[in-house]
């Protein structure tokens, strides 16, 4: 008999925000294609969503079509939509790391993380870490991620993240923009079965620069950069102005674009596919999804919340997961 391959894991996130609810949606649409597990309390889960408390992950397969397969942590409290509790935080940590655990073991092909809310981490459990990428480095014992955001539209990759834009021509390094680089090919290859990926490189200044003429870091360096590591073999143009590089004649000549800052990639992105974008997390030894949205506290509970991007992460790392 042939095994099922091993499920999609789901962390729960924060209870009190919208990611049960848009994860038990997800379920709804996908549980004919897709096995996952969920791990969190089942009674954080809409009372409407049959679900099955399972001890290992290899059974999801078996229960995915008619239940939500749920490996169970008992929170000890049920959860008040818009407001996190403090006790909620502590297990809220532990079923990332639950998560991490299994696929780094086999046992879940990849990761797919519901929206936590730092603060309430902070408060609950004294979080250390800016956020979850941070943590699930820090649990996968690697220095140097790389966030992409991803749809059937567009794959961008900010090459500097959330730090205010008059400190980006300081942080934007050549290691730093060459460790991007790399990580995002090795990432497409890997974990998205592209065997020569094609990338982008936006310029930081408008015009690219324009000579010189409104800014000298592309003159300066990174055109150099992109020569170099054109002749170490990577299929990169650029660095281009990122102005013309996201109509849909642009967007076929490559892959993944990387940008300098974080709204330089995440406006096109959204502005393409808003409900479908999905947070990848590149540089980790297993895969890692996200829905593009926070918590949504001030809709929690209402069943308005759109699944969209719960559904296309979870798809995604499945698909992720078959190309590795």
């Known amino acids: 008999m042939t095994q099922s391959p091993p499920p ?13 609810e848009v994860a038990a949606r997800a379920w709804a ?26 001890d290992d992950p290899s059974e999801a397969a078996a ?5 939500l397969p749920v490996l169970a942590q008992d929170f000890g409290s049920p959860a008040t939509p818009g407001t996190p ?53 820090a649990l996968a014992g690697v220095d140097d ?29 050549p290691a730093r923009l060459r460790r991007t680089i790399e990580i995002t090919a090795a990432g497409l290859r890997d974990q998205f079965g592209i065997a020569a990926p094609r990338l982008a490189i936006a310029g930081l200044n408008p015009h690219a620069g324009e000579g010189g003429a409104m800014g000298r870091q592309e003159v300066d360096w990174i055109n150099g950069l992109v020569s170099d590591m054109q002749a170490e073999g990577h299929a990169l143009t650029g660095p281009l102005p990122a102005d013309t590089m996201f109509h849909a004649a642009a967007r076929a000549r490559y892959d993944a674009a990387v940008c300098m800052y974080h709204d330089q990639a995440l406006i096109p992105i959204k502005t393409l596919d808003f409900d479908r974008g ?6 980790l030894p297993f895969i890692r999804t996200s829905p593009d949205h926070g ?24 698909r992720m997961a078959g190309a590795r």
């Open 29 to 54: 649409a996908l549980k004919d294609d897709v096995a996952m597990v969920w791990l969190g309390d089942p009674r954080h889960l809409p009372g409407d969503v049959p679900h099955v408390t399972i």
């Open 145 to 173: 991620v790389v966030m992409m955001l991803a749809s059937d539209a567009l794959r961008v990759v900010p090459a500097t993240i959330h730090i205010a834009l008059e400190e980006v021509p300081e942080q934007l390094t």
């Open 63 to 67: 229960h995915c079509a008619t239940a």
């Open 85 to 137: 509790q403090a006790g909620h935080a502590r297990h809220v940590i532990d079923m990332i790391a639950r998560g991490v655990a299994l696929v780094r073991a086999g046992q879940a092909s990849a990761l797919c993380t519901a929206p936590i809310h730092k603060k309430a981490l902070k408060d609950g459990a004294d979080f250390a870490y800016p956020g979850h990428t941070e943590y699930l480095a």
């Open 8 to 20: 999609v894991a789901i962390s729960c996130g924060e209870p009190a925000g919208i990611g049960p």
């Open 295 to 318: 918590t949504a506290f001030d809709i929690a509970g209402t069943g308005i919340a759109s699944p969209a991007s719960m559904i296309e992460a979870i798809r995604m790392a499945h």
């Open 278 to 283: 999905v947070n990848v997390t590149l540089g």
